[in-house]
């Protein structure tokens, strides 16, 4: 409960793309059992590397979130899926684990496998529908960033106030990962990348 209210505290939100609240995403309904912490290291969108880059820079960050959650759900597994077109954060983040209960599994790399319904066949066979929640397989989903939000919101009581964000394609000089604030303009963000 005191994991959960620091995540709540801090304002942490899912840093994939649809920044549900955190807090409420780790309060399933009654009767859901969740046997199943699935960290998300397959972006979605194809030129999205922000991810890519945290898992392979701050490894032991992601994993300090990864068993935070862990410990505020009470479960006793964890999986790690990314996708076989990025083997230097599979090495990484493989190399940084330091127990059985949390492992990392290759997925084929293809779109959308970064979407939650995807990713959770891919490493476990579980499907589920489009009217189900992941909960209604036994799990529950975050990204890479939000567990790193949750490490700093824990472990330094620091609220979400940034995040990476990847700029990226034909119109910019210097396509790359930017750490921004919360709130910096999309327009500041190009000029940046040129």
């Known amino acids: 409960e005191e994991i959960i209210e620091c995540i709540r505290d801090a304002g942490n939100v899912g840093m994939g793309g649809a920044t549900f609240p955190t807090h409420v995403k780790l309060s399933p309904p009654e009767g859901k059992n969740i046997n199943l ?3 998300n290291g397959a972006e979605c969108e194809p030129f999205l590397t922000s ?12 994993l300090a979130g990864v068993k935070l959650l862990m410990r505020a ?7 790690i899926g990314i996708e076989d077109n990025k083997p230097e954060a599979i090495e990484k983040m493989t190399a940084a684990i330091d127990t059985h209960a949390i492992r990392v599994v ?3 790399t293809k779109y959308p496998q970064g979407a ?22 036994g799990c529950i989903v975050d990204n890479v960033e939000t567990l790193i939000g949750i490490h700093y919101a824990v472990a330094e009581g620091r609220p979400l106030t940034e995040r990476i964000v990847t700029v990226s394609g034909d119109a910019v000089q210097n396509p790359g990962n930017y750490k921004v604030l919360l709130g910096t303009n999309h327009r500041e963000l190009i000029e940046a990348a040129g």
Request: proline letters at 6%; charged letters at 30%; a positive charge.
């Open 37 to 39: 912490l699935l960290l």
């Open 51 to 62: 991810d890519y880059r945290l898992m392979v820079e701050c490894p032991k960050r992601v």
């Open 73 to 79: 759900l009470d479960v006793k597994k964890a999986i």
């Open 106 to 108: 290759p997925v084929q």
């Open 116 to 137: 939650e319904r995807q990713l959770i066949y891919a490493t476990t066979k579980r499907a589920i529908h489009a009217a189900m929640l992941p909960a209604d397989a």
